[in-house]
T-cell receptor, first 110, second 115 residues
Framework: AQRVTQPEKLLSVFKGAPVELKCNYS??????LFWYVQYSRQRLQLLLR??SRESIKGFTADLNKGETSFHLKKPFAQEEDSAMYYC????????????FGKGTLLTVNP | ETGVTQSPTHLIKTRGQQVTLRCSSQ?????VSWYQQALGQGPQFIFQ???????GRGNFPPRFSGLQFPNYSSELNVNALELDDSALYLC??????????????FGPGTRLTVL
């Protein structure tokens, strides 16, 4: 069975500091991984997916199959990055089932 | 382009009752997925509907059922409500169920409280 683990429930950094949100997964197939973000009073939205290998809002994430990780990184955190971040794994082949981690609440202090 | 909408926003029911939650998918999307998000947890997949047929189900009992209509809107029905059913119910729509490049767009959710 697939599983996504986000070990940190809360993460607090200062503006301008680097930030890394950790995500580990367990899946026997070929994984497709995503980061979703939920800003205060907004709906859940896709931040980035590993297959695109792109940087969104300064965030990047690299899939490391050896370590089964997909950590989200940003070199210089901004106050507007404060949000709840969820790592998610797509599985199921013919259907778009997402398995989410429990989320990490990131707070960027001024 | 209209985003995913859900109704109602909040709902309070008592144990044993039945509830129906509604979702309108984003324009052009024919796939709807439902998730349950308990407090402090990530969303958990309930089931998915594609072209009016169930297209996958998570680990939820049969008292959780759904429908998708020809206009691709969807309903989630929960019978015999239990206290643990209290959660935020999220609906997400996408263009197709299995395209890797596809994105699931989430609605704002319906907050269900079971007393």
């Amino acid at each position: 069975a697939q599983r996504v683990t986000q070990p940190e429930k809360l993460l607090s950094v200062f503006k301008g500091a680097p930030v890394e949100l950790k995500c580990n997964y367990s899946y026997s197939g070929s994984p497709e991984l995503f980061w979703y973000v939920q800003y205060s009073r907004q709906r859940l939205q896709l931040l980035l997916r590993h297959i695109s290998r792109e940087s969104i809002k300064g965030f990047t994430a690299d899939l490391n199959k050896g370590e089964t990780s997909f950590h989200l990184k940003k070199p210089f955190a901004q106050e507007e990055d404060s949000a709840m971040y969820y790592c998610a794994l797509k599985s199921g082949g013919s259907n778009y089932k997402l398995t989410f981690g429990k989320g990490t609440l990131l707070t960027v202090n001024p | 382009e209209t985003g995913v909408t859900q109704s109602p926003t909040h709902l309070i029911k008592t144990r044993g009752q039945q509830v129906t939650l509604r979702c309108s998918s984003q324009s052009g999307h024919n796939t709807v997925s439902w998730y349950q998000q308990a407090l402090g947890q990530g969303p958990q997949f309930i089931f998915q509907y594609y072209r009016e047929e169930e297209n996958g189900r998570g680990n939820f009992p049969p008292r959780f059922s759904g429908l998708q209509f020809p206009n691709y809107s969807s309903e989630l029905n929960v019978n015999a409500l239990e206290l643990d059913d209290s959660a935020l119910y999220l609906c997400a729509s996408s263009e197709k169920p299995d395209r890797t490049t596809d994105t699931q767009y989430f609605g704002p959710g319906t907050r269900l409280t079971v007393l």
